[in-house]
DNA sequence: AGCAGGTGCTTGGTAGACTTAGCATCGTGA
DNA sequence: TCACGATGCTAAGTCTACCAAGCACCTGCT
């Protein structure tokens, strides 16, 4: 494990780690019951908490769960969501494109008199 | 991870990657100017499209940003996020109706374009 | 003393997420 | 006809998330 890496890491999720390791101490388990029950070896746990490597979404969700904690929480520790997302306006675009009854065809159609009408994007 | 979790993920491995080309044709990007957006490797998103590989969620992320579509709708088809808190689905009819690029009149005649497809589907 | 079982951490290795370089094919224009 | 640029794909390598095995330390019990 590289070092100087580490410490960019750890500038970017050392948070997460040390979030965890709180929220398992407020849980009173220890280090390898957490990671038992979140399914991931102690070690990689061990290191999650300390920094040194940034845990995939995946493992992340199984130990929110673990933790009874929501997985948004931590996603968003990490900026895998965006904090901003609740005052997100609709794109047309997304919706049409999104939409069930509609088949590829009547997507397109929409698609582009909607173009044609907003002007650019 | 576990075996089973990892059999149910990598059975949408493959439902994203359709899911994430459909959404490319339809936005009529190449897949080379995708993944310029997206920051990542063209070989790479053409093997996630094709479901060769499972990719991080911040990619997901990306790509999503990228394909001005939310995250949530990409990480629900992997099973990030949990089934019940997932997003409503955004409707045609309110994203039109809160457009502001569009004049009542656009409106009016895109609103009538869609409810006219997507009641007789 | 000496074991038993708990704590967290180090080491060494594997698999797969991701990249750069480059190939084959197509349409378009000179 | 011969580039040319754009398309998607293959090959081969690098990096790192993650695991199994095992170490060092502590506390309690006999």
Redesign the pocket.
């Known amino acids: ?2 070092i100087e ?1 580490a410490n960019r ?1 750890k500038d970017s999720i050392g948070g997460v780690g040390e979030f965890i390791r709180s929220q ?2 407020l849980a009173r ?7 038992d029950k979140a ?12 920094g ?9 969700k199984a130990i929110a769960e673990a933790l009874n904690i929501s997985a948004e929480t931590l996603y968003a520790r990490i900026g895998l969501v965006d904090p901003d997302r609740e005052e997100r306006r609709p794109s047309v675009e997304e919706a049409i494109r999104l939409d069930s009854k509609l088949t590829t065809d009547q997507k397109e159609t929409l698609l582009s008199v909607y173009r044609n009408f907003a002007g650019s994007s």
Do not use: T
Not at 29 to 35: C, D, N, T, V, W
Not at 39 to 50: A, F, G, H, W
């Open positions: 494990m590289p890496m890491v398992r101490a388990m220890s280090l390898r019951q957490l990671a399914k991931v070896s102690n070690p990689y746990l061990s290191q999650i908490e300390r040194l490597y940034r845990p995939s979404a995946e493992v992340l």
